[in-house]
């Protein structure tokens, strides 16, 4: 009866097996810690942000559209980081285009609203402070004059006109002395004109003044 004869590996045999499984493990620690992977070494969802090294995906390497506003840190962008030209108007903007001097948002630069800014019963009492309308903010006056005769135990009506712009601010009159004639109604007819009604108690004809003082200038 034969005996079967172990056979047990040579010295150089062992050391070339050592050295191939220390080569085998060594590529498998290779590919865990490489950056450069082809989708089909990785299953899906096995990739996690600490599996990419930092600065490693490029523009280049992301598609077109791919990431929404859920994808973006709120308050992480700045106008540095957006191209202006491609946005719109903000819609609250639109009444900031006639603003064109101011210091802060409630106050206004000296002399930085003129006239032509400023539509027409823009400014309304309201709007004014107590005492900011002085003499000196006043345009120059002038009187507009208009005389007549009120006949003997009669009512006469006159209007006093301003002259061409100007504004009527209060009337007056000149009668006789004697006060034969009265003023019996006197008030603004208009922006320009005063009424005055006068009757004439004597028997004669009686001339007086019917009077506007306007604003000008």
Known sequence: MRKSLKRLPSPAMAVAFVALLAALSGTATALQGTSTVDSGDIKNGTIRGKDIHKSAVTGKKVKN???KSADVK???LTGADLD???????PSADT???????TTANSVAANGVDTAAIQDNAVTGPKLAGDSVTASKLAGTTDGVTTVSVPANNTLNATATCPAGGQAISGGWFTPTSGVVIVTRSRRNSD???V????NNAGT???VDARVTCLVG
């Open 96 to 102: 900031a285009n006639s603003a064109t001097t101011a």
């Open 192 to 194: 320009n004109t005063w």
């Open 74 to 76: 709120d308050d992480s």
């Open 205 to 207: 004809p009686q001339g």
């Open 65 to 67: 559209g791919s990431i």
């Open 84 to 90: 202006e030209s491609t946005l719109g108007q903000v």
């Open 196 to 199: 005055f009604s006068f009757r």
